[in-house]
């Protein structure tokens, strides 16, 4: 069941398991029960931290040569701390076949198609840092071309149309990272690529990603066209000016999870990234970071205007209406920067704003204490030579 679907069940809770028990039928095949402690609720009307409640997963037994899935999987056992998404109603759930157990965390998914950036190089790292903090497990996937059969086949960060394992995304990938430019998704990857785009989960933008969708691909398919402006916020006006570089502007207020513990000189923080100048960005986009161009002598180029280089938004999801009970989701939280050159990651103070990004947006903020901030400071991040 794609995670999209997942995140529209009225009950989304992580759980403990305190018992287990199966029974026969009522259907041809078991029917499990889990009786659970309430952890936290992410989505949930009437449940509350500490309660106990029943989740009912069912097994089927399928004729010798039928086709079709036995049920559930994934199913936990006693003691499992685990995520549930299930309906029903709060004294006995149902879970969603057949992976509606899910471990517990965030999964963050990274996307690798932008060659400029050199995403190949920097996203791996940036998963492994990402991991290594505890922010969620990662998987990473890179732009690939076709093997001829509809799937992709060796990585290469020039292609647009595939990415390696990208199966995976229909059921993880809480937050989906975006380090691409100019997709053109072919065969099968529409399906994914738009389950995680446009399936309300949360998602980071690295540099060019607002042009996420070639022209070719805003000419053929009418949601990708608007993808960049109306999710990500923007689109982009005018290309970095060659040999040019961005100081990014210490800000006047740093309260907000992303920029916690930054260190900003206080001339500025000067990043290799180019300055990328983007349309106006909508009223419910808080921008946190402005920047300018500066040559390699540290002068203003050009016409000295700042631009936005760093912003959130939180998106409303629409709320369901289940015999006649109403359910609210979470906002989707999205958070978009126009820095992240490979290069930049040689910054430790951007390399932790980069993994705060990532953890603000998956509702993990807590997880980035001041030990992980010196193990991302400490990490080392060496571009290969072209």
Same mark, same amino acid.
């Given at each position: 069941?794609?995670?999209?679907?997942?995140?529209?069940?009225?009950?989304?809770?992580?759980?403990?398991?305190?018992?287990?028990?199966?029974?026969?039928?009522?259907? +041809?095949?078991? +029917?499990?029960?889990?009786?659970?402690?309430?952890?936290?609720?992410?989505?949930?009307?009437?449940?509350?931290?500490?309660?106990?409640?029943?989740?009912?997963?069912?097994?089927?037994?399928?004729?010798?040569?039928?086709?079709?899935?036995?049920?559930?999987?994934?199913?936990?056992?006693?003691?499992?701390?685990?995520?549930?998404?299930?309906?029903?109603?709060?004294?006995?759930?149902?879970?969603?076949?057949?992976?509606?157990?899910?471990?517990? !965390?965030?999964?963050?998914?990274?996307?690798?198609?932008?060659?400029?950036?050199?995403?190949?190089?920097?996203?791996?790292?940036?998963? !492994?840092?990402?991991?290594?903090?505890?922010?969620?497990?990662?998987?990473?996937?890179?732009?690939?071309?076709?093997?001829?059969?509809?799937?992709?086949?060796?990585?290469?960060?020039?292609?647009?149309?595939?990415?390696?394992?990208?199966?995976?995304?229909?059921?993880?990938?809480?937050?989906?990272?975006?380090?691409?430019?100019?997709?053109?998704?072919? %065969?099968?990857?529409?399906?994914?690529?738009?389950?995680?785009?446009?399936?309300?989960?949360?998602?980071?933008?690295?540099?060019?990603?607002?042009?996420?969708?070639?022209?070719?691909? %805003?000419?053929?398919?009418?949601?990708?066209? %608007?993808?960049?402006?109306?999710?990500?916020?923007?689109?982009?006006?005018?290309?970095?000016?060659?040999?040019?570089?961005?100081?990014?502007?210490?800000?006047?207020?740093?309260?907000?999870?992303?920029?916690?513990?930054?260190?900003?000189?206080?001339?500025?923080?000067?990043?290799?990234?180019?300055?990328?100048?983007?349309?106006?960005?909508?009223?419910?986009?808080?921008?946190?970071?402005?920047?300018?161009?500066?040559?390699?002598?540290?002068?203003?180029?050009?016409?000295?205007?700042?631009?936005?280089?760093?912003?959130?938004?939180?998106?409303?999801?629409?709320?369901?209406?289940?015999?006649?009970?109403?359910?609210?989701?979470?906002?989707? %939280?999205?958070?978009?920067?126009?820095? !992240?050159?490979?290069?930049?990651?040689?910054?430790?103070?951007?390399?932790?704003?980069?993994?705060?990004?990532?953890?603000?947006?998956?509702?993990?903020?807590?997880?980035?204490?001041?030990?992980?901030?010196?193990?991302?400071?400490?990490?080392?991040?060496?571009?290969?030579?072209?």
């Amino acid at each position: 069941m794609p995670l999209s679907v997942l995140k529209r069940a009225p009950y989304q809770l992580e759980v403990t398991v305190l018992s287990v028990e199966t029974k026969e039928g009522p259907h +041809s095949g078991e +029917s499990i029960w889990f009786r659970v402690r309430v952890d936290r609720v992410i989505v949930g009307n009437g449940l509350k931290v500490g309660d106990e409640t029943a989740v009912v997963s069912q097994r089927y037994k399928l004729p010798r040569g039928a086709v079709g899935s036995t049920g559930d999987r994934g199913l936990p056992r006693k003691g499992d701390r685990m995520r549930v998404y299930a309906d029903g109603n709060a004294k006995v759930l149902s879970s969603v076949p057949p992976n509606g157990w899910q471990p517990v !965390g965030n999964s963050v998914a990274f996307l690798a198609a932008d060659e400029d950036a050199r995403a190949e190089e920097s996203m791996p790292f940036l998963a !492994g840092v990402v991991k290594e903090c505890g922010v969620g497990s990662t998987s990473v996937h890179f732009a690939a071309a076709g093997n001829g059969t509809g799937s992709a086949g060796a990585a290469n960060p020039r292609e647009k149309g595939y990415f390696t394992d990208i199966g995976r995304m229909h059921s993880s990938g809480d937050t989906v990272v975006l380090a691409v430019r100019g997709l053109e998704p072919d %065969r099968n990857t529409p399906h994914s690529v738009n389950d995680a785009l446009f399936g309300g989960r949360d998602l980071v933008a690295f540099r060019a990603s607002v042009d996420t969708f070639s022209a070719v691909a %805003r000419g053929q398919r009418e949601p990708q066209s %608007r993808f960049g402006t109306e999710t990500l916020g923007t689109r982009i006006t005018t290309e970095p000016v060659a040999g040019t570089m961005t100081r990014v502007v210490p800000p006047e207020d740093a309260t907000h999870p992303v920029l916690a513990g930054l260190q900003f000189p206080k001339g500025g923080l000067v990043l290799p990234s180019g300055l990328i100048e983007v349309a106006p960005l909508p009223t419910d986009c808080r921008v946190l970071l402005w920047g300018e161009a500066v040559d390699a002598g540290g002068k203003v180029v050009g016409k000295g205007a700042k631009q936005p280089v760093l912003w959130v938004r939180e998106l409303e999801r629409k709320s369901l209406v289940v015999r006649d009970v109403e359910t609210k989701f979470p906002a989707q %939280r999205i958070a978009v920067t126009t820095l !992240g050159d490979a290069a930049d990651f040689s910054n430790p103070e951007f390399r932790l704003l980069a993994v705060q990004l990532i953890a603000w947006a998956g509702d993990e903020t807590t997880s980035v204490d001041d030990a992980d901030r010196a193990k991302v400071r400490g990490a080392k991040f060496e571009l290969s030579p072209k």
